[in-house]
C-alpha cells in the first residue's frame, strides 16, 4: 500500500512540473511601433501603432536588440518639426531599465530609460540618464 501511495505522489509530481507557465516577458510587450503621445509627470506616453506617424516621434524595438527611432532631425524644436527615422541598439539592463544607443544630429547618444508601465496598447518611460558623444 504504501509502494502506491508513493508512486501516486511520483506520478503527481511529474504530471504538475510538466506543465509550464507561459507568460509575455516585458521585452516581448516592447516588439512593436510606440508613437509618442506626450510628457507627464517625467514620464514618456507613447502608444501603439501599426506604423508611425507623419507629425510625431516614435520607437520601436525589435526582438535583435535593434531599434528605430524616429526623431526631430535637426536641434530646433520649434515648430514645424522635420522628423527623421534612425537607426540603433538597445539591451535590457535589468527587467525593468533599458538602455538604448543611437546616432542623431547631436552625436552619440545613449540613453538609460526605465519602464514604467507597458501593455499591449501603452508604454511610459521614464529617462533616467543621457550621455552624449560628439
Known amino acids: 500500500m504504501k509502494i502506491i501511495n508513493?508512486?501516486?505522489i511520483f506520478s503527481l509530481i511529474v504530471i504538475f512540473s510538466s506543465f509550464?507557465?507561459?507568460s509575455l516577458k516585458t521585452s516581448?510587450?516592447?516588439?512593436?511601433?510606440?508613437?509618442?503621445e506626450g510628457y507627464q509627470n517625467g514620464n514618456l506616453l507613447y502608444e501603439s501603432q501599426l506604423d508611425f506617424t507623419e507629425d510625431k516621434a516614435g520607437i520601436e524595438f525589435k526582438n535583435n536588440g535593434t531599434?528605430?527611432?524616429k526623431q526631430n532631425s535637426g536641434s530646433c524644436g520649434t515648430p514645424p518639426i522635420t522628423y527623421k527615422t534612425i537607426s540603433g541598439?538597445?539591451?535590457n539592463i535589468s527587467?525593468?531599465?533599458?538602455?538604448?544607443?543611437?546616432?542623431?544630429?547631436s552625436g552619440l547618444t545613449k540613453d538609460t530609460l526605465q519602464i514604467v508601465n507597458v501593455s499591449k496598447t501603452k508604454l511610459t518611460l521614464k529617462?533616467?540618464?543621457?550621455?552624449r558623444k560628439n
Do not use: C, G, M
Not at 516581448?28 to 509618442?36: A, C, E, M, N, R
Not at 527587467?95 to 544630429?105: A, F, M, Q, R, T
Open 127 to 131: 529617462q533616467i540618464h543621457t550621455v
Open 6 to 8: 508513493y508512486i501516486a
Open 67 to 69: 531599434l528605430s527611432l
Open 95 to 105: 527587467d525593468s531599465i533599458l538602455e538604448i544607443e543611437y546616432k542623431n544630429w
Open 20 to 22: 509550464q507557465i507561459t
Open 28 to 36: 516581448d510587450l516592447l516588439f512593436q511601433k510606440w508613437v509618442y
Open 89 to 91: 541598439t538597445w539591451k
